[in-house]
């Protein structure tokens, strides 16, 4: 549409003389004061001139405002257009919409419905048809009067504000998380901070309330205290106050806890997770008080589909009164959350919350790390993601203390033993700060849902590796101005701790960045078999700069000891010998829980990768060729990003058929050698079983999740070991019976007359008297 255009309130078109002016004259755009001319003979004689298909359109209107233009005024494309519902909350209350003089159990239903509607905005609904669709929060002082709802309307208000501001300050959400657009809403209304006074006031009315009720129950003198009852029955005072008493409390739980995660250097954590306590343990109440409410006021809807404990339909609540404060988009639908799916997400919210608080400030980065992997594997929201960032990096800071740089050096430093440094005392200060600032913006990438996550991995190791080769061109540079000759090894930097640290960080994300893939079943069926192996090859790379690190951290030791050898610190009263330190090969090295993961992962790896390559040869998997792109154009899909760093080496397509190809290997052997590859995970995950339960130092959400991972990894090698003895057993090309229990699965995506034609991420099988099936109920995942 022409900018100079314009629609009358009755309908009628209008133009502006700024539209009939010249081009030059017409780039000062209309203001208040313009005067309107009606159009509509104009346009009319238009329309009659013009044909099906044709636009009338400004020079700059292109294809794109074509495609993302809306038709104003139409009910079906305008959301401020629909006439159902009321216009204003004004209207909504003049007809009574918003009565102030409920009885308890209406009071109820409001908090229950609001308390919905707010656990539906943190899904990522916008908050003016979530929690302000509520017509008490619009008018919060006309509900004085009703002190109980006033007091909880308050304060939900004010938790608003603090997840709010939160998510806000954390900038780690996208579109689809979360709506952070206020529309001119009363969500910051002064006042709020006092808005535990009128809700301490009134749980102390309950509290002696309920005393009373309880007193009375059991027989003792009535309290000469005057109380007005909540309700006429006073053989339902006791449950309804339990119930009212409740709610509010939790309320007031939640805002504490908020409210001591703000304060700086973990400071509230303690306070934090008592009030935590308080809410799960109210929120356990909620949830037992559904019955007696419920049963008070029988429905044909069960609790699973509607948002509140009675199951009966709150007052005082309208969606559409907010939408003239929309954007001009499609109307959008709202379905709020149930009451069994709002207490299981704000319970959820408040261990991961009370999970947050007892994160220990002494964590070095790869432990940081993979506790916000571990953190992440209970698929978080949003709120936890946001309190979990702003608890890592305050200030800039790493937990509070200090800063990302320090603790960069400070892991660099704790490996390094007494060498000579190849770089200057500047070159060494850049390093480090840039390293310590894509650390910072790797920390927040970390924190994002797993879709926008591994989307910014890939820039993260683009960098990452640039920051590598010019870190490895310093120092070459700087070791020929020395006078060292020779090449520098690029895909080792063993002999320095500082690009050693650096090149095993990118091979920890490139890993992430492949499993993620897995996580967000990126990847297709013919696909799975140079996702391992290409896996594999940066898990080995990987496993080789930790064992590196850990050798000279343990040199190091010995060095700071005076011991030369790891024999030296068995043998007691034999004289120190002091010079060189005797290397130290891998079998003295101390595995760490992290090394003996790896091991797991690339021993499952490679019994995958050699399992698919039997039942290939085998004829159990056939390899449907697509005609829109062939293995070479997959393989260059999926990789073509880790082509463009040093570490991991990059390996081509040709490397990945030289390393698959079956030259001198029966299918036999392809079994058994995958059978072995299973059988060592078993061996190592006993190991890591042990390693995790002497770790003392391990976060119990990394300890649990070490835990979780065992008991998947054991049951993944077992199981694949039976189906590698059954396959092997049957006939070559004989068809496997599938029997596929995924609902999300594809109608078609097994066809039982062409055997096994697909695999996922670590699937288990298990067995029959009819055949093998795929049992893809409880997969293995990294």
């Given at each position: 549409?022409?900018?100079?255009?314009?629609?009358?309130?009755?309908?009628?078109?209008?133009?502006?003389?700024?539209?009939?002016?010249?081009?030059?004259?017409?780039?000062?755009?209309?203001?208040?004061?313009?005067?309107?001319?009606?159009?509509?003979?104009?346009?009319?004689?238009?329309?009659?001139?013009?044909?099906?298909?044709?636009?009338?359109?400004?020079?700059?209107?292109?294809?794109?405002?074509?495609?993302?233009?809306?038709?104003?005024?139409?009910?079906?494309?305008?959301?401020?257009?629909?006439?159902?519902?009321?216009?204003?909350?004004?209207?909504?209350?003049?007809?009574?919409?918003?009565?102030?003089?409920?009885?308890?159990?209406?009071?109820?239903?409001?908090?229950?419905?609001?308390?919905?509607?707010?656990?539906?905005?943190?899904?990522?609904?916008?908050?003016?048809?979530?929690?302000?669709?509520?017509?008490?929060?619009?008018?919060?002082?006309?509900?004085?009067?009703?002190?109980?709802?006033?007091?909880?309307?308050?304060?939900?208000?004010?938790?608003?504000?603090?997840?709010?501001?939160?998510?806000?300050?954390?900038?780690?959400?996208?579109?689809?998380?979360?709506?952070?657009?206020?529309?001119?809403?009363?969500?910051?209304?002064?006042?709020?901070?006092?808005?535990?006074?009128?809700?301490?006031?009134?749980?102390?009315?309950?509290?002696?309330?309920?005393?009373?009720?309880?007193?009375?129950?059991?027989?003792?003198?009535?309290?000469?205290?005057?109380?007005?009852?909540?309700?006429?029955?006073?053989?339902?005072?006791?449950?309804?106050?339990?119930?009212?008493?409740?709610?509010?409390?939790?309320?007031?739980?939640?805002?504490?806890?908020?409210?001591?995660?703000?304060?700086?250097?973990?400071?509230?954590?303690?306070?934090?997770?008592?009030?935590?306590?308080?809410?799960?343990?109210?929120?356990?109440?909620?949830?037992?008080?559904?019955?007696?409410?419920?049963?008070?006021?029988?429905?044909?809807?069960?609790?699973?589909?509607?948002?509140?404990?009675?199951?009966?339909?709150?007052?005082?609540?309208?969606?559409?009164?907010?939408?003239?404060?929309?954007?001009?988009?499609?109307?959008?639908?709202?379905?709020?959350?149930?009451?069994?799916?709002?207490?299981?997400?704000?319970?959820?919210?408040?261990?991961?919350?009370?999970?947050?608080?007892?994160?220990?400030?002494?964590?070095?980065?790869?432990?940081?790390?993979?506790?916000?992997?571990?953190?992440?594997?209970?698929?978080?929201?949003?709120?936890?993601?946001?309190?979990?960032?702003?608890?890592?990096?305050?200030?800039?800071?790493?937990?509070?203390?200090?800063?990302?740089?320090?603790?960069?050096?400070?892991?660099?430093?704790?490996?390094?033993?007494?060498?000579?440094?190849?770089?200057?005392?500047?070159?060494?200060?850049?390093?480090?700060?840039?390293?310590?600032?894509?650390?910072?913006?790797?920390?927040?990438?970390?924190?994002?849902?797993?879709?926008?996550?591994?989307?910014?991995?890939?820039?993260?190791?683009?960098?990452?590796?640039?920051?590598?080769?010019?870190?490895?061109?310093?120092?070459?540079?700087?070791?020929?101005?020395?006078?060292?000759?020779?090449?520098?090894?690029?895909?080792?930097?063993?002999?320095?701790?500082?690009?050693?640290?650096?090149?095993?960080?990118?091979?920890?994300?490139?890993?992430?960045?492949?499993?993620?893939?897995?996580?967000?079943?990126?990847?297709?069926?013919?696909?799975?078999?140079?996702?391992?192996?290409?896996?594999?090859?940066?898990?080995?790379?990987?496993?080789?700069?930790?064992?590196?690190?850990?050798?000279?951290?343990?040199?190091?030791?010995?060095?700071?000891?005076?011991?030369?050898?790891?024999?030296?610190?068995?043998?007691?009263?034999?004289?120190?010998?002091?010079?060189?330190?005797?290397?130290?090969?891998?079998?003295?090295?101390?595995?760490?829980?992290?090394?003996?993961?790896?091991?797991?992962?690339?021993?499952?790896?490679?019994?995958?990768?050699?399992?698919?390559?039997?039942?290939?040869?085998?004829?159990?998997?056939?390899?449907?060729?697509?005609?829109?792109?062939?293995?070479?154009?997959?393989?260059?899909?999926?990789?073509?990003?880790?082509?463009?760093?040093?570490?991991?080496?990059?390996?081509?397509?040709?490397?990945?058929?030289?390393?698959?190809?079956?030259?001198?290997?029966?299918?036999?052997?392809?079994?058994?050698?995958?059978?072995?590859?299973?059988?060592?995970?078993?061996?190592?995950?006993?190991?890591?079983?042990?390693?995790?339960?002497?770790?003392?130092?391990?976060?119990?959400?990394?300890?649990?999740?070490?835990?979780?991972?065992?008991?998947?990894?054991?049951?993944?090698?077992?199981?694949?070991?039976?189906?590698?003895?059954?396959?092997?057993?049957?006939?070559?090309?004989?068809?496997?019976?599938?029997?596929?229990?995924?609902?999300?699965?594809?109608?078609?995506?097994?066809?039982?007359?062409?055997?096994?034609?697909?695999?996922?991420?670590?699937?288990?099988?298990?067995?029959?008297?009819?055949?093998?099936?795929?049992?893809?109920?409880s997969q293995f995942r990294f």
């Amino acid at each position: 549409m022409d900018p100079g255009l314009g629609l009358s309130g009755n309908g009628a078109a209008l133009v502006s003389p700024s539209a009939l002016q010249s081009p030059a004259q017409a780039a000062f755009p209309a203001g208040d004061q313009t005067n309107w001319a009606d159009a509509t003979a104009f346009l009319k004689a238009a329309c009659d001139d013009m044909t099906v298909g044709e636009l009338i359109h400004g020079e700059n209107f292109s294809l794109f405002e074509a495609m993302s233009a809306l038709e104003i005024m139409d009910p079906k494309m305008d959301a401020g257009m629909t006439t159902t519902g009321y216009k204003t909350v004004d209207e909504a209350i003049e007809k009574g919409a918003a009565p102030v003089d409920l009885t308890v159990a209406q009071i109820i239903d409001v908090m229950d419905h609001l308390f919905s509607c707010e656990a539906t905005w943190h899904k990522g609904h916008s908050l003016a048809q979530t929690v302000f669709s509520c017509l008490y929060m619009l008018k919060l002082d006309r509900t004085a009067p009703n002190a109980s709802l006033h007091a909880y309307c308050k304060i939900t208000r004010a938790t608003c504000s603090l997840v709010r501001a939160a998510i806000v300050l954390s900038d780690i959400h996208e579109e689809e998380d979360f709506v952070t657009f206020g529309f001119g809403l009363p969500l910051d209304a002064e006042g709020d901070s006092k808005c535990l006074a009128s809700l301490n006031a009134v749980e102390e009315v309950l509290a002696r309330q309920l005393r009373g009720c309880k007193g009375q129950a059991g027989g003792k003198k009535k309290s000469t205290e005057e109380v007005e009852p909540l309700q006429d029955d006073p053989e339902l005072e006791e449950q309804f106050c339990e119930a009212l008493l409740c709610r509010l409390r939790f309320r007031k739980s939640l805002y504490h806890a908020f409210l001591y995660m703000d304060k700086p250097l973990g400071r509230g954590s303690e306070m934090a997770r008592k009030h935590i306590a308080r809410a799960l343990a109210e929120l356990s109440t909620m949830r037992a008080s559904s019955a007696f409410l419920s049963a008070r006021r029988p429905t044909k809807k069960s609790l699973g589909s509607t948002s509140t404990a009675s199951g009966q339909p709150a007052v005082g609540f309208d969606e559409s009164v907010n939408r003239r404060l929309l954007a001009p988009t499609p109307p959008r639908s709202i379905d709020i959350l149930s009451w069994n799916e709002t207490l299981n997400y704000f319970e959820q919210l408040l261990n991961d919350l009370n999970r947050i608080c007892s994160l220990s400030s002494e964590l070095d980065l790869e432990d940081l790390l993979q506790y916000i992997v571990d953190f992440q594997k209970s698929q978080p929201d949003l709120v936890a993601r946001a309190r979990l960032q702003l608890r890592l990096l305050q200030d800039g800071k790493l937990l509070g203390g200090e800063t990302v740089t320090d603790a960069v050096y400070r892991a660099i430093k704790m490996q390094n033993r007494p060498t000579k440094e190849a770089r200057s005392m500047h070159e060494e200060h850049n390093f480090l700060d840039q390293c310590g600032r894509w650390m910072m913006q790797l920390i927040r990438t970390m924190c994002t849902n797993p879709a926008w996550q591994r989307r910014k991995l890939g820039r993260f190791i683009q960098e990452w590796g640039l920051l590598l080769e010019q870190a490895e061109l310093s120092r070459e540079a700087s070791l020929r101005k020395g006078g060292v000759g020779g090449n520098v090894e690029k895909t080792g930097w063993t002999d320095d701790a500082g690009l050693g640290w650096a090149a095993e960080v990118l091979c920890w994300v490139v890993t992430h960045f492949l499993m993620l893939g897995f996580e967000l079943e990126l990847y297709s069926p013919n696909e799975y078999c140079m996702v391992y192996w290409y896996l594999d090859h940066a898990l080995m790379t990987l496993m080789q700069y930790k064992l590196v690190k850990e050798r000279r951290m343990l040199e190091a030791e010995f060095a700071k000891s005076g011991d030369t050898s790891p024999e030296s610190a068995k043998k007691k009263g034999k004289k120190k010998r002091v010079g060189t330190i005797k290397p130290i090969a891998n079998k003295d090295i101390r595995f760490t829980p992290s090394v003996l993961l790896l091991q797991c992962h690339i021993n499952l790896c490679k019994g995958l990768i050699w399992m698919l390559a039997a039942l290939t040869a085998d004829r159990k998997i056939l390899h449907r060729e697509t005609v829109f792109n062939s293995e070479l154009e997959r393989f260059t899909q999926r990789f073509e990003l880790l082509h463009k760093i040093v570490v991991p080496e990059p390996m081509t397509y040709l490397d990945y058929r030289e390393a698959t190809r079956q030259r001198h290997q029966s299918i036999k052997e392809l079994y058994q050698l995958s059978y072995d590859h299973f059988s060592a995970v078993q061996q190592h995950v006993q190991e890591l079983n042990q390693a995790v339960t002497k770790a003392s130092k391990m976060e119990s959400v990394s300890k649990t999740q070490r835990m979780a991972d065992i008991r998947q990894m054991e049951q993944v090698a077992a199981r694949n070991r039976v189906v590698l003895q059954i396959a092997h057993q049957a006939g070559a090309g004989d068809n496997l019976r599938i029997e596929n229990l995924l609902p999300f699965s594809a109608p078609g995506e097994f066809d039982p007359r062409e055997g096994v034609s697909c695999f996922r991420t670590f699937s288990d099988f298990t067995t029959s008297g009819d055949g093998i099936f795929l049992d893809r109920r409880s997969q293995f995942r990294f």
